[in-house]
């Protein structure tokens, strides 16, 4: 990697770090509960929200996204994935719940990503003057840009690596049970089997036979 190439991408991650203003986080939500992030959101202002269920009972949840008004803006049951774009109509507190409430015994785990607001200019000024680029400028956009996308492609892998692993243990604790099952109908018919054909060939005494008769 040439010195450019190398002060472009350590500007882009350093900038990244900054600016970004997504809220994200995977938080667990216990059977019959109901857990609410709140989030203030001036007039006008665009946000995102999108979640996804990566573990628990049929991977499915209720969201609901309230305004400050207890106005419902935005709901889903029985969810698996979704994302949701939104413009703020008024100004404060907006709350997205997650309920778990129609679940008895399963627990979830969810992962939010919860974004506000539009992306600020990743260098100062870079919006406001209206001449073309520089060589500079225009390559920090592009791997800026590229990065963006390959943080979306790990979270989204991630997110489908934990759904895979959950499930193969999942599989992998059935198929334990049920080989121990197994094992213990063999060994009992086996027992059993032993015990029958001990009595067939067994030599009866002759008081049981005389009581018998």
Sequence with gaps: MSCYKFCVFSVVVVCSAIYSGAVELTFELPD???ECFYEEIAKNVSATLEFQVVTGGQYDVDVTLESPTKEVIYRQVKQQYDSHRFTAEVEGVYAACFSNEFSTFSH???YVDFQVGDERPLLPGMGDHATVMTQMESSITEVHESLKKVLDYQTHHRLQEAQGRKRAED???????????ET???C??????VVI?????????PSMMYNKM
Excluded: D, G, H, P
Excluded at 171 to 181: A, D, F, I, K
Excluded at 188 to 193: D, G, L, N, S
Excluded at 197 to 205: D, G, H, P, Q, T
């Design 197 to 205: 054909l001990r009595n067939f060939f067994s030599e009866k005494k």
């Design 32 to 34: 019959n509960a109901r």
């Design 188 to 193: 009992t018919i086996a027992i059993c089997q």
């Design 184 to 186: 213990v109908a063999i």
């Design 108 to 110: 979830k785990l969810v």
């Design 171 to 181: 599989l992998n604790e059935r198929v334990l049970w049920w080989s121990l099952l």
